[in-house]
């Protein structure tokens, strides 16, 4: 039975030989005390080599494979393998945890680095992305995440001469990081032509730049910035593991053995060869280096440990080595010497010194080795190997005494008889052979019973019978030495074995798990002295039993260390020390023993010990499996708190049933009641499962709780003030120890703690997201700055907050048993104590987790009898409180008890508001102050000590069991309730808040009943019973027992109380009459348990509710069922209303009625508000009748879950409600309608949206229904067929001339205009101007800057700076996708920071993902990148008033709200925002904690509280016929003022979060745009309006939006339409729909055009002026825009009612010709914008249209497959004179050659064609087309032009190309938004090109101007046009 508890010795880790050299590198340092750290197994390894001393770092789970050095070489970081891998930051000098980072990476952790100042860590994971991860390592958050590559990382460091700069390199690349805010962007190195593309295995910085790194072939190649500059070839002649970087220089070292030291400037100083050297041996490998000073130490890949001293180098020292490749599974011990042998697949047998901790010998084999044993006097060494065979060495000099093969298949075990005589062979064929020693190992017999391997064999001590494991598990006996099988289990009884190795058998029956039948322990071995076992098992684990141990899971301690299979274990030969083997580790573990006596004086062992002497769950037992329990701490260990449907399952619940019940609801629904419900007082208070949850502020209130409330009871005034922020029961409390602050911790799924000001009652912080099911316990530290707090998930979860800031600090499992307490040290703050079921943990925080260790029971005192619930330190001494109900004061140290208090009745006070129950109430919270000792009972009381002895009690409530009963007084402000905790109670509503009476039943009791005179009180019981008491005294009038079940409801007829109807759970409802105190009648026919009833006013008729939800009607006295038609019972009048079926209520049943029931209703006497109460505990007040489904409500969080009864008191003022598991009755006070304006109450609207559209707006519904995509998933825009070109088979020319030959030169490509110059390629182009303004889906994106100067906007990807003054532009470039918000920071100490947002693919941290860029205005510097996961894209930001926060809105499906720390690139809280669109979300310009998100019918109120995001719907009830619109745009006035612009024109004005008026068509149309002016408060709002006199687009208001004055545009535009207001000194800044942004005057209203673009795009028609610095668009919005790039503005535009594709100019510029998407086309004289001609012979779209050079022909491409010639010299008539045939596909472009004799088309289907001109006949030999020289050539079809497609081009395309006028340089515009530059031509696929960002998806059309000083490119989504400068290269 010993087994039942853990032996009381222990182990200790000694020593473990090897080191991990294999698929690890990098991984061996000096640390600042010249030791030496690396890893091995799970451990990490300190050696001290000046003492020969290991310490060893047990904090990982499982193998490590990553080590990094801290700079001050004292911290070391540590990364292992796994499912769940983490990293350890832990001191190498007293190996103990700092840091844990876990919950980032998968399968491991491949590469850890410190930055330069050790502030950061940097990680690389082994999953398929190869995550990087950067964290702050003491607080144990991560930073930034990225993908690293889709191949292995090797290597990773910080650039310690830049910030924030990282490198990493692996497998066929190497990339430069930079970190900016969160985000992590990398760029590839670029190799060029300096070096091959290859894997490059480790790396150094450098100064300047340089980057050093080894590659695969042994060169080392340098970086300058991202490119190669050279290569040091031949540094090595294989790969190069490992690089270390030192003052001196650089080490590196590699595959062939050699170490090179290198200068600073990497020119080399030494080598040393390893190989050469008298330790080296060939094919030694190096993976590891350091150099420091003039040591170097080297790690081998066969786990050898060398340190070389450089003048000495060619005698290294051996420090460290052990075995290397394949497994180890041999162990033997010596039988006489502290020595061990071991062996392994390397096929090295090793011999070790225990004392010494040294290798002393080592021979190699030829076979790998599986097992090995020592003969008894220490001569001979057998070794059984892999295969078959098994050979003896002489111990002594290792030299072969024989070899023996018998057997094919591996040897796994063999055995020296105890007498010498014979060894015994086991083998994996399943057969033993025993084999004679003295006769030169002659076999002498077989075993051969077992049908699997074998894997175990004993000798007994006289050597007479052997006995076998085998892989089955079976264990077999034999008698030696012939080796038959022993069947008779009497012979082999009272054997005594020598040794214990075997796994099966009765004597260690208690080391296999109690239901498991794994064989997955690999080894054991008895210590029969010691009376312990050790196990070996495949999780790593080494395990110490009590031997024998014969009951199936016994206790045990467990070791960990090894990291997989442990695959053996021995005693030493004298049982001082454990040797353990790890399979795949190759490491050998040396444990010291440590005996029971010992153990008293070890408790001066090394901290580290107590890290994981026996932390196993399973072994800490106590000897008695069955816990004496005190019966009310088992209740409440029982208790769990989890619920079926927590609170916030509530709106997807919701969203699942309204999807099923689509059109279901079409009735128009009523509106809320006017009246609304105030929490007035509760009686109750929560004890009995809770403790120590109340206490004194320090103005001497009381804090505590009930159900889900907070309650502050001021005890002078007798009243109560309450926190209802939270929605479900309260289960603890904590004061703060310096302010008035309370932490309340509640149940939930996701269970929220709140920490609130008692004052204020506001939430200073809620904290969420680390507990389940619920918080049992918190406390606040001694300086009040930190929470600890533990949850009731199974694992008990202990978390400690930064609560201030919301930030988890650190988390630890618990324990498994309940914990009841947390109380954190006064005076240390980082350690803590928990308490709980049968344990006390001792905790300490280490960076991210906590780690306990045992503590020595100092003392026990006897305080109380029964279990001590609560305890309170003084200054001092202790307060304690037990169940005995006895209050005791104690010194301070235990010594003494100075006084006692009794709780009991004769001790209360006069002033007492109600009775003690019972004397001597079990105590559960103790608290002292103001003179008083609190004390909580756990009966719901609370009662005041005074020192002197008198008790007040000030509060109280039910006891345990729920509470159904309750009735209200007919005439008095009284309450009778009467609960399962057999009491009726009295409670008098009145100011004085107190319970009157009191009386015992002998059964709990469900429901009471007031007589209609208040005289008599009658009371159902559960048993069947029912009594009618007096009213006053309480005591009996009468009793009667007719039924067997619970009574569920009693009520008196009305009038005179005649009859007394009597319903119970057995479906009957008793009529009786009361004077004669008889039954008169049984109402029969209700097929379940009665609910309700309710008499009709002349006291004839019942009406019954039954819980099969059946409504039914009785007629009284005789109780006859009668049916009644609905319509007639609506007409009946009823005495009381608490039915809860019917049409008059059927309103009152949420939208998910399946889930939750309504228990209780009740209708006021003036029959207009009926209250409700339901199972999720919401109070709500409906409109009576609510008919028609899902009425519109207000509802009350207060209950915690079923609200079980409601009831009106006689005159309405109150309603009383009760809590059925919580205990409380609650008082609310009725506010009527008119009386509501002085106090906003809090209650939340009805949940489903009102059916009614919050109205239409074109512009609104695109802007919701936009789906934005990134570019890199963009699709060709034309609806292109057939094979790209780079796809295409050539056809081999005929004209392929010989190099040299007599022919003509080749006419030029294409006419030169500037053949006079020399000819300069374009070597680059530089963003000059953008004509184009994003407004027509994005808003509140245009601001003034520096007064007024600059202006700043954006469109497509860039950010635009604009001088007002010289219209001259500056740009952001570095967003690499869509733009969508934009906003400035308006603190002065953030002058000029911009943040903008823009559109992203999934949120998964990689450059595509959705991003935010903070950026300095003025000079382009990114500040910050914050990625985001907001999927889709950002679609608003704003800034904090103190600038440090960011506020952004995501445009995911949650439309996600977050708040960023954006200059760390903090994330602080994120939460849904709403289901539908939200538009606009802007923090108040004086907080930095209060935001309100407007959008889609809904406005919401939000507040940051710590980490967590707190929302109210807006509240617009208030106003009559008020209804909530979608809303557009929001500003802020003082006083909490907040303003919304909606989509009918109307502004709602609200006050918190009450709608208190709105401004009726503020605007005509929707109110896009609201700026609130910060310096005078004025606001300017902005809408879609038709210009009149009096009205116009832009108002400016006064502060309270009661004045206004308009401003018209004058744009011309039939409808102004304002995305952006913005207001300056005596300027207004707009922006419109149309593209225009215009500054408006405030004292003239003058209007001045600053920013003009295209209003929809695409922009398809693009042409430049033949000779000046003009072009012309033309664009899907109807228009054709001439634009001056000299004085960047436009300068005309033509609306042409239609829409344009193509514009074009004649050769002397005197002409423009436009072609329409109707098939029209247009000639204008410039001169007068006249028309010349139009004509139109087509039916669809023109695509292209083109003068000829001589001005004599036009051609006009359609999407018909077309392209017609017109004469222009025959006059304007424009008659057809021709067509081209035969093409195969719509017309792309055309270009006319230099003698206007062809024309080439690019084509539809990747075609180019050529024509004569003007017979349209196609050419078709190549040689004629090869000699055309072409006037323009703008195709991106021909041989010459194959280059421009790219690889990527699946979906699409190259929309357009130009070649510069020089005829030697090409650009191209693509689907993805590129505009890239070619040489010309650029025959070859892929030729290289430079690209530019900028656009968004699709540039349509590109264009060189004359002279070549410009490219013009047009966009097809962002609707502008690019002005880039060409820069040329020099001569």
């Known amino acids: 039975m010993a087994a039942r508890s853990a032996p009381n010795c222990h182990l200790r880790l000694e020593w473990v030989y090897g080191y991990r050299g294999h698929q690890c590198r990098n991984n061996l340092y000096y640390t600042a005390a010249k030791e030496i750290v690396y890893f091995v197994a799970g451990v990490g390894v300190v050696y001290s080599p000046r003492e020969h001393r290991q310490k060893f770092y047990r904090g990982h789970s499982d193998d490590i494979i990553s080590l990094a050095l801290h700079p001050e070489r004292v911290l070391v970081a540590t990364g292992q393998v796994g499912k769940e891998p983490y990293i350890c930051v832990w001191d190498s000098y007293t190996v103990q945890t700092i840091s844990i980072l876990k919950d980032a990476h998968t399968h491991g952790i491949a590469c850890l680095a410190f930055d330069l100042d050790g502030q950061r860590l940097v990680s690389v994971g082994l999953d398929s992305k190869n995550a990087v991860c950067v964290w702050d390592w003491k607080r144990g958050k991560m930073l930034s995440m990225a993908p690293g590559h889709t191949d292995r990382i090797f290597d990773i460091s910080w650039d310690l001469y830049q910030p924030n700069k990282l490198v990493s390199c692996g497998v066929k690349h190497i990339k430069f990081w930079n970190l900016c805010g969160n985000a992590l962007t990398p760029k590839r190195g670029v190799f060029g032509k300096t070096g091959d593309l290859q894997t490059i295995l480790c790396l150094a910085c450098a100064r300047d730049e340089l980057t050093y790194s080894g590659a695969l072939n042994g060169d080392i190649y340098v970086w300058k910035g991202i490119n190669l500059i050279r290569t040091i070839q031949g540094a090595h002649t294989a790969g190069i593991f490992s690089m270390n970087a030192c003052e001196e220089g650089f080490a590196t070292g590699g595959r062939d053995g050699c170490i090179r030291l290198w200068d600073l400037t990497f020119k080399p100083i030494t080598v040393i060869d390893l190989r050469e050297t008298d330790q080296g041996y060939k094919g030694l490998s190096v993976r590891s280096v350091c150099w420091r000073g003039d040591h170097i130490l080297v790690g081998t890949q066969d786990s050898e440990i060398f340190e070389i001293v450089v003048h000495e180098r060619n005698k290294p020292f051996l420090i460290m080595q052990g075995h290397c490749e394949g497994e180890l599974w041999a162990l033997a011990v010596h039988p006489t010497k502290p020595l061990a042998v071991t062996g392994s697949d390397d096929r090295s047998v090793r011999i070790w010194s225990l004392i010494d901790h040294a290798l002393i010998a080592r021979c190699n084999m030829e076979e790998p080795i599986r097992c090995a044993a020592v003969n008894v006097d220490g001569i001979h060494l057998a070794l059984g190997m892999k295969d078959g065979s098994f050979t003896v060495l002489r111990v002594r000099d290792m030299t072969e005494v024989v070899h023996i093969k018998d057997r094919k298949e591996a040897i796994h075990e063999l055995k020296y008889s105890p007498d010498g005589t014979y060894l015994a062979v086991g083998c994996n064929d399943s057969s033993v052979d025993i084999y004679g020693v003295a006769q030169r190992y002659k076999k002498f017999g077989e075993c051969v019973g077992s049908l699997s391997f074998i894997t175990h064999l004993d000798w007994s001590s006289d050597s007479r019978y052997l006995q076998t494991n085998d892989g089955n598990g079976k264990r077999l006996f034999y008698r030696m030495p012939g080796g038959k099988e022993v069947t008779n289990k009497e012979e082999i009884k009272g054997v005594h074995w020598a040794s214990w190795t075997c796994v099966s058998g009765l004597e260690v029956n208690g080391i296999w798990p109690k239901y498991s039948d794994i064989n997955d322990i690999n080894s054991v071995d008895g210590n029969y002295i010691g009376q312990v076992l050790v196990t070996a098992d495949d999780y790593g684990i080494i395990k110490l039993f009590r031997y024998p141990c014969l009951r199936k899971g016994a206790k045990f301690k467990k070791y960990i260390g090894h990291s997989a299979h442990v695959t053996n274990i021995r005693w030493s030969h004298d049982y001082q020390w454990v040797i353990s083997i790890g399979g795949a580790d190759h490491s050998v573990f040396q444990w010291k023993f440590i005996p029971e006596r010992k153990l008293k004086d070890a408790l001066h062992i090394a901290p580290q010990e107590s890290l994981a002497d026996s932390n196993s769950d399973e072994s800490d037992s106590d000897l008695s499996d069955v816990p004496e329990l005190d019966s009310e701490i088992e209740q409440e260990t029982q208790l769990t708190y989890r619920r079926q ?52 502020t320090q103005i001497g209130e009381i804090v505590y709780h009930v159900a889900a409330v907070g309650v502050i009871y001021n005890r002078q005034q007798n009243t109560q003030r309450f926190y209802l922020g939270h929605d479900d029961d309260i289960l603890c409390l904590a004061l703060h120890p310096l302010k008035d602050y309370v932490a309340t911790g509640q149940v939930g799924r996701d269970p929220s703690i709140h920490i609130w000001d008692t004052e204020t009652i506001k939430p200073l912080s809620v904290l969420k997201g680390c507990h389940q099911y619920g918080v049992c316990a918190v406390d606040f530290s001694a300086d009040g700055k930190r929470l600890a707090s533990v949850g009731i998930d199974d694992s008990h979860t202990i978390v400690l907050w930064d609560w201030k800031k919301g930030e988890k600090l650190s988390v630890a499992r618990g324990s498994k048993d309940k914990i009841f307490v947390v109380k954190m040290n006064p005076y240390v703050p980082d350690k803590l104590i928990t308490a709980g079921i049968k344990h006390v943990k001792f905790w300490r925080r280490a960076g991210d987790v906590c780690i306990w260790r045992d503590v020595f029971l100092v003392k026990t005192v006897k305080a109380h009898d029964g279990p001590v619930f609560s305890m309170h330190a003084l200054e001092k001494g202790f307060v304690t409180g037990g169940k005995d109900g006895v209050v005791a004061l104690w010194d301070d140290s235990f010594e003494r008890c100075l006084k006692t208090y009794a709780i009991k009745r004769a001790a209360l006070a006069p002033g007492s508001k109600g009775l003690l129950l019972e004397d001597n109430p079990s105590i559960r919270a103790i608290s002292l102050g103001h003179g008083h000792i609190l004390v909580g009972t756990k009966n719901g009381e609370i009662l005041e000590v005074d020192k002197s002895g008198p008790i007040t009690l000030l509060v109280q409530g039910h006891m345990e069991g729920e509470v159904w009963g309750l009735a209200t007084h007919p005439y008095l402000p009284i309450c009778a309730t009467v609960s399962d905790d057999k009491t009726l109670r009295i409670w008098d509503l009145s100011p004085s808040h107190c319970m009157l009476a009191v009386r015992k039943l002998k059964k709990g009791g469900r429901c009471c009943c007031f007589s209609p005179d208040g005289k008599a009180l009658a009371v159902g019981l559960n048993d069947g019973s029912f009594l009618m008491a007096n009213a006053d005294t309480l005591e009996d009038l009468v009793s009667f027992h007719h039924r067997k079940d619970i009574i569920s409801d009693i009520r008196f007829s009305p009038g005179s109380g005649k009859y007394l109807a009597v319903a119970s759970h057995d479906s009957f409802i008793d009529i009786y009459n009361v004077m004669s105190s008889k039954r008169v009648g049984i109402c029969k026919g209700a097929t379940s348990y009665i609910t309700h009833v309710d008499w009709d006013i002349r006291g004839k008729l019942l009406q019954v509710n039954t819980g099969a939800k059946e409504q039914l009607f009785f007629e009284a006295p005789r109780g006859k069922k009668q049916t009644i038609p609905s319509v007639e019972v609506e007409k009946i009048c009823w005495a009381s209303w608490t039915s809860v079926l019917g049409l008059c209520c059927e309103g009152i049943w949420p939208v998910i009625g399946e889930v939750t029931d309504i228990t209780a209703s009740c209708l006021t006497s003036d029959k207009m508000v009926l209250a409700t109460g339901d199972d999720l505990g919401f109070v709500k007040l409906f409109r009576y009748p609510a008919k028609g489904k899902f009425g519109k409500f207000k509802r009350y969080v207060a209950h915690s879950t079923h609200v079980t009864n409601v009831r009106w008191t006689y005159d309405d003022s109150m309603l009383v409600t009760l809590g059925g598991a919580d205990m409380s009755l609650m008082v609310w006070t009725n506010e009527m309608e008119g009386y509501r304006e002085k106090r906003p109450c809090d209650s939340e609207e009805s949940d489903t949206d009102s059916e009614e559209d919050g109205g239409y707006d074109s512009d609104v519904t695109r802007e919701n229904e936009i789906s934005y995509t990134i570019r890199a998933l963009s699709t060709n825009i034309r609806p292109m067929f057939g094979v790209k070109p780079h796809l295409q088979q050539k056809e081999p020319s005929v004209d392929e001339r010989p190099p040299v030959s007599r022919a003509p030169p080749r006419p030029e490509k294409l006419q030169t205009n500037n053949v006079g110059k020399k000819k300069r390629p374009i070597e680059d182009l530089v963003l000059e101007l953008v004509f184009g303004y994003r407004g027509r889906d994005c808003r509140n994106n245009v601001h003034y800057l520096n007064d007024g100067d600059d202006i700043i906007y954006h469109t497509a990807s860039i950010g635009i700076l604009h001088n007002v003054a010289t219209g001259t532009q500056s740009f952001y470039q570095e967003h690499n996708d869509d733009i969508l918000c934009l906003t400035v920071n308006q603190h002065p100490k953030f002058i000029n920071v911009v943040a903008t947002g823009q559109v992203g693919d999934l949120a998964d941290m990689s450059a595509t993902a959705p991003s935010i860029h903070i950026w300095d205005a003025m000079n382009k510097q990114t500040l910050s990148i914050l990625r985001c996961y907001h999927s889709k894209g950002v679609c608003s930001v704003s800034f904090s008033a103190t600038g440090k926060l960011l506020l952004s809105v995501g445009l995911d499906p949650e439309h996600t709200i977050t708040i960023w720390r954006w200059q760390e690139g903090a994330k602080i809280a994120s939460r849904a925002g709403h289901n539908r669109r939200i538009f606009v979300a802007e923090f108040r310009p004086d907080s930095d904690s209060q935001f309100v998100s407007v959008g889609v019918k809904h406005v919401k109120f939000w507040t940051l509280a710590g980490r967590a995001l707190l929302s109210k719907k807006g509240l617009v009830s208030t106003l009559e016929d008020a209804r909530m619109q ?265 270009d006319f050659s230099a003698d206007s004799r062809y024309l080439q088309v690019s084509t539809g289907c990747y075609k180019r064609h050529v024509y004569e001109v003007p017979s349209g006949k196609p050419v078709l030999d190549q040689a004629t087309m090869d000699r055309i020289t072409w006037a323009t050539w703008t195709s991106i079809l021909g041989d010459e032009v194959l280059g421009i497609w790219s690889r990527h081009a699946e979906k699409a395309n190259v929309n357009c190309a130009c070649v510069s006028h020089s005829g030697i340089s090409l650009v191209t515009g693509d689907d993805f938004g590129m505009v890239k530059l070619f040489d010309f031509p650029c025959p070859e696929k892929f030729a290289k090109h430079k690209r530019f960002l900028g656009h968004s998806p699709h540039v349509t059309n590109i264009r060189f101007t004359s002279g070549d000083r410009h490219v013009v490119s047009a966009g097809g989504d962002d609707c502008s046009l690019f002005v880039w400068k060409c820069v040329h290269m020099p001569h």
């Not at 399952?649 to 019940?661: A, C, F, G, S, T």
């Not at 408060?1577 to 108002?1595: H, N, Q």
């Not at 006064?1598 to 401003?1607: N, T």
């Open 645 to 696: 449907v927590y609170k916030e399952d509530l709106p997807q619940l919701k969203e699942q049933y309204k999807e099923r019940q689509k059109g279901g609801t079409s009735k128009r629904r009523e509106r809320a009641p006017g009246n609304s419900l105030r929490l007035h007082f509760v009686h109750g208070y929560r004890g009995y499962d809770c403790r120590s949850n109340l206490f004194y």
């Open 1526 to 1790: 979608t809303m557009l745009a929001v500003a802020f006035g003082a006083n909490n003022l907040t303003f919304t612009g909606t989509i009918s024109g109307d502004v709602c004005v609200w006050k918190d979060h009450i709608l208190c008026r709105t401004v009726a068509r503020a605007h005509n149309g929707p109110v896009f745009a609201m700026f609130t002016t910060l310096r005078d408060g004025l606001i300017v709002t902005g809408g879609k309006e038709r210009p009149s006199r009096e009205g116009g687009a832009v108002k400016l208001w006064d502060q309270e939006l009661r004045r206004c004055r308009a401003f018209r545009l004058d744009t011309g535009q039939a409808t102004d339409c304002v995305r952006s207001v913005c207001r300056g000194k005596g300027k207004i800044l707009v922006g419109t729909r149309s593209a225009e942004i215009i500054e408006v005057g405030e004292k003239n209203a003058a209007c001045n055009i600053l920013v003009n673009g295209h209003v929809d795009g695409p922009i398809w028609g693009l042409v430049t002026h033949p000779s000046r610095d003009f072009f012309l668009s033309a664009a899907e919005d109807g228009t054709v825009r001439l634009w001056d790039i000299a004085d960047k503005k436009m300068l005309n535009k033509v609306n042409l009612g239609h829409a344009a594709r193509t514009v074009c100019y004649s050769p002397e510029g005197d002409m423009v010709a436009i072609g329409m998407k109707n098939g029209e086309f247009i000639i204008l004289l410039v001169s007068s914008l006249k028309i010349w001609g139009k004509k139109r012979d087509r039916r669809c779209s023109i695509h292209d249209i083109r003068f000829s050079p001589d001005s004599r022909f036009l051609a006009v491409g359609s999407s018909e497959n077309s392209v017609d010639f017109y004469d222009l010299t025959l006059g304007p008539t424009l008659s057809r004179i021709s067509y081209c045939r035969d093409i195969p596909s719509f017309v792309i472009q055309m």
